[in-house]
């Protein structure tokens, strides 16, 4: 099993070749919201390859930012970003931006490896400015449940990498205490979009089985 820096250092160069149904799932679920925020300063902590980064450019934010602490991960999200887009090597719990910096604070699919949700949230709610809004998703917690695991295959081979699970309950938590207040939760499950992703990758059986579950959720909170 590999920690998030190691697992993301060998995935980088693969990353977005192969298609995504969760990732794919997530953007159907948020590009609608995030058109909002045009005109914005705007902060993806865990930008990975910059696949956010390059729809956010779309939209016209005042600026746009995005940290990761994958120096690999960023060499790709480099290749795929404006000029004008900042790209820093940073843990997303200790950041060198601003305080009340940012009007949005996007984190996806980051949660399950953040060791501590409450400096995560802390760091979150340093960034924005009040009144400002964090967006989270990630998979669902229940997905362990489903004998899921976190995987991806590299050249060299298949790998695991290491979670730390959380509840809902316990996120929104730890939010109030960093001041954040929820203004909406919601879960998502694979659909018609998605399915031709599975056929294709000839695992139709496997869509079937999960498609009545939640296999990812996002929340938004706002900062008071």
């Not at 604070?105 to 400096?119: K, N, P, T």
């Not at 809902?168 to 938590?173: I, K, P, V």
């Not at 730890?174 to 018609?192: I, S, T």
């Not at 990758?201 to 706002?222: N, Q, T």
């Amino acid at each position: 099993m590999l920690d998030a820096s190691e697992a993301y250092s060998r995935w980088a160069p693969t990353y977005d070749q192969t298609p995504n149904p969760l990732t794919a799932l997530e953007e159907r679920c948020l590009a609608p919201v995030l058109r909002e925020f045009a005109g914005r300063d705007v902060v993806d902590l865990g930008c990975g390859t910059g696949r956010w980064l390059r729809r956010l450019q779309v939209i016209g934010p005042r600026s746009l930012v995005g940290v990761d602490s994958s120096p690999a991960m960023l060499a790709m999200a480099k290749k795929k970003c404006m000029h004008s887009t900042s790209l820093i090597e940073a843990d997303c719990v200790f950041t060198p931006l601003a305080a009340s910096s940012a009007d949005l604070v996007l984190a996806s699919f980051l949660l399950s490896y953040v060791q501590d949700i409450g400096r995560f949230a802390a760091e979150a709610a340093r960034i924005l400015r009040p009144g400002g809004t964090l967006i989270v998703s990630d998979l669902h917690p229940d997905t362990p449940s489903y004998g899921w695991r976190r995987t991806f295959r590299a050249a060299d081979g298949l790998f695991e990498i290491a979670t730390f699970p959380y509840t809902l309950a316990a996120l929104n938590s730890a939010m109030k205490v960093a001041g954040l207040k929820l203004q909406g939760l919601a879960d998502a499950r694979f659909g018609e979009e998605e399915a031709g992703m599975f056929r294709a990758s000839g695992m139709a059986e496997h869509f079937y089985r999960v498609e009545s579950l939640p296999v990812i959720c996002w929340a938004r909170f706002s900062r008071s």
